[in-house]
C-alpha cells in the first residue's frame, strides 16, 4: 500500500511540474518538465528552458523555506558539478497548496526578494527598458543579466 501511495505521490509531483511547465510556456516557449532529475541526482531543476532554477511542489502543504533550500542547493551543486553558471539566474519555489479560507487551491510562486528587486530592475520601464525589449527573445525575456553573485548593481546603459 505505501509503494502505491509513494507511486501516486510521485505521478501527482510529475503532473504539477508539467502544468508549471505549460504556464510558464506563455513566458519561455522552450518550458518543459526537467525529465533527467531522479537520473541526474536532482542537477536538473523540475521544470527547465527557462532563467529560473524552478522547485515544484504540490501539497497539501509546502515548506516554502525548504523548498528554496533545495533550489539553492540544488543550483550551486549543477555548477559544481561542472553546469554552466551563467544557465540559471534565480531560485524559484513554484506551489500549489491548499487555501483553507476558499476550501480551494492556490498556485503561489515564491522568490527571495534580492532575487526579486534583482529581476525588478529590468521590468518593462525600468530604466528605460521597454516590453519589446524585454520580451524581444525566441526564448522568453531578455534579462541581460550576470549571475546573481558578484554582478554589477548599475542599471543597463540606455
Known amino acids: 500500500m505505501a509503494a502505491s501511495r509513494g507511486r501516486l505521490s510521485r505521478r501527482k509531483g510529475a503532473n ?10 506563455s513566458v519561455w516557449p522552450h518550458a518543459r518538465r526537467g525529465i533527467g532529475q531522479a537520473r541526474a541526482g536532482g542537477d536538473v531543476p ?12 504540490h501539497r497539501k502543504q509546502v515548506s516554502i523555506t525548504g523548498a528554496m533550500r533545495q533550489a539553492v542547493e540544488a543550483m550551486q551543486r549543477f555548477v ?45 520601464n525600468g530604466f528605460g527598458q521597454t516590453k519589446k525589449d524585454f520580451l524581444d527573445s525566441d526564448k522568453g525575456p531578455n534579462f541581460n543579466l550576470a ?12
Open 16 to 25: 504539477y511540474e508539467r502544468e508549471v511547465a505549460k504556464a510558464f510556456q
Open 147 to 158: 549571475r546573481p553573485h558578484g554582478h554589477s548593481h548599475e542599471p543597463p546603459e540606455r
Open 46 to 57: 523540475d521544470v527547465q528552458g527557462t532563467p529560473l532554477w524552478i522547485e515544484a511542489k
Open 80 to 124: 559544481e558539478r561542472g553546469g554552466d553558471p551563467d544557465a540559471y539566474h534565480f531560485p524559484l519555489v513554484a506551489a500549489r497548496v491548499d487555501d483553507r479560507a476558499t476550501k480551494g487551491r492556490m498556485d503561489l510562486v515564491v522568490m527571495r526578494q534580492e532575487d526579486f528587486l534583482e529581476l525588478a530592475r529590468y521590468l518593462p
